[in-house]
């Protein structure tokens, strides 16, 4: 993916170096050594140039962003994709449900990013797969994938630094949780299971959840079926969630609504209910940030899913 980025140098900027200025674009050292690599990877004033260079106003600096290499072990395939945005650095998909992120054991052709590699592929354009918010595979919902590596170094250390806004919707087993709250408890591997996370107060990684009751069930508009009605009676009711993450650990929604009493229903993991639905009911309904190049403000938002 090649990419050309050019930026005028303001009155406030002049005297940094080249180096400084790009910093202050959060631009990573491995960028920059990328970038020194070549010839026309930086340029000012249409010249190459070293980045202990110090800027002037008025000046013009241009970044070429230059990567031919591909993600060789995702094999290209026609998938559908929904492509909520996209422009030169970055995309925003609506993920599917029984569609993993990336390859893996038994799932090695039926992967956004094997869609994705398809996608690129067709243009001709070189694509290394780069995404951000990682989903489980039955949750589905928006995600971020970054289209080049300055682009993709700029949005990991934003969501590492918690500026990505990531809200999410569910369906809980129980009613009674109050209004809202925070779950705040550290996440660890499950020492009986190769892909199960556990509360982990000893040797956990610090996860933070924030949530907050939209609806109770059974009521209005969901007790409509007799059938659906005795089953949530059985289950003691359900209740529809917004949560928003502050940390992002594998599987932590799940592990965090189950630790709390609440487990979100057709978990297979977590709980194995399918009387409802045959996956997680969970969905990344918002994305908000800033643009990792611009900073202009970007704000997505996608309605339920029809199951």
Known sequence: MNRTIQYEIGAEEEGLTIKQFLK?????GQNLVHLKKYEQGILLNNR???????????????????????????????????????????????KEAD?????????????????????FSAQDIPFVFRCV????????????????????????AMAARREIRR?????????????????????????????RRM??????????????????APGKGIQEAQLRYRVLHAAGGLSRVRIRLCTGRTHQIRVHMKYIGYPIIGD?????????????????????????ITGKPLDFSSPLPED
């Not at 993993?100 to 398809?118: D, R, T, V």
């Not at 509360?199 to 109770?216: C, Q």
């Open 199 to 216: 509360a982990d107060f000893r040797n956990g990684e610090p996860s933070v959840t924030h949530y907050r009751v939209l609806e109770e």
């Open 24 to 28: 202050r674009r959060r631009y990573s």
């Open 48 to 94: 190459p140039v070293y980045v202990i260079q110090p800027l002037k106003a008025g000046d013009f600096l241009t970044v070429n962003i230059l990567e031919d290499r591909v993600s060789e072990k995702i094999p290209p395939v026609p998938l559908p994709l929904h492509i909520v945005y996209e422009d030169e650095d970055l995309m925003i998909l609506d």
């Open 167 to 195: 809200e999410y919707l569910a369906i809980v087993s129980g009613t009674g949780l109050p209004s809202c709250g925070t779950i705040n408890v550290p996440l660890g591997r499950d020492p009986d299971s190769a892909i």
């Open 268 to 292: 297979f993991l977590y709980n194995p209910d399918t009387a409802l639905i045959r996956r997680q009911a969970l969905h990344s309904c918002r994305l908000e940030f800033s643009h990792p």
């Open 99 to 119: 569609m993993p992120i990336h390859p893996s054991l038994n799932n090695y052709e039926n992967s956004l990013a094997n869609g994705l590699a398809w996608y």
């Open 133 to 156: 918010n990682r989903l489980d595979r039955d949750t589905t919902g928006l995600t971020i994938i970054a289209k080049h590596m300055v682009s993709g170094g700029i949005l990991s």
